[in-house]
């Protein structure tokens, strides 16, 4: 998968458009974030055979569930982990450690902010990821857990 030539004017007006967007399970959550910033990055849909018609964290936890056979014994946070490796390694994205994680990579971050899903920034300082409340919140980079290259 391969970025645009301008995917950080992309990204960055991806990002001005989520800073006024309400948090929405299944319209507006961390999954659907990245999944929209990818595709505005690259210009390809990365969950598109994934379930989108959640509405809720419970009816969330139950997607996640279904896309990660035999996760029924695990906390939800461990099957969503599952997932998000099995998508970035279908995906051809390049894990990385937090000192090569560079603007743009995909960020999973860890238990402090519930296993959320981000972006780093354009400074490449910061994840930025939805806000809980209303748009998008940014968290220091060492919030990240683990980090994947789109590129």
């Not at 992309?10 to 659907?32: P, S, T």
């Not at 390809?44 to 969330?60: C, H, L, P, T, V």
Request: charged share 30%.
């Amino acid at each position: 998968m391969k970025k645009f030539h301008d995917w950080a004017t992309r990204l960055d007006a991806y990002f001005i458009k989520c800073a006024e967007k309400e948090f929405e399970y299944g319209n507006f959550d961390c999954w659907i974030f990245v999944a929209d910033g990818i595709l505005a990055m690259t210009g390809e849909d990365i969950i598109f055979k994934f379930e989108r018609g959640y509405e809720s964290e419970k009816e969330a936890g139950i997607s996640i569930r279904n896309c990660v056979k035999g996760s029924d014994h695990i906390p939800v946070q461990a099957a969503f982990e599952i997932l998000v490796k099995r998508v970035a390694k279908e995906c051809g994205f390049k894990e990385v450690g937090i000192n090569f994680a560079k603007r743009g990579d995909t960020v999973l971050m860890d238990n402090r902010l519930n296993n959320s899903l981000g972006f780093v920034d354009l400074s490449g300082r910061y994840v930025i990821c939805p806000d809980p409340k209303k748009g998008i919140m940014r968290a220091p980079l060492h919030f990240g857990y683990k980090f994947w290259s789109i590129d």
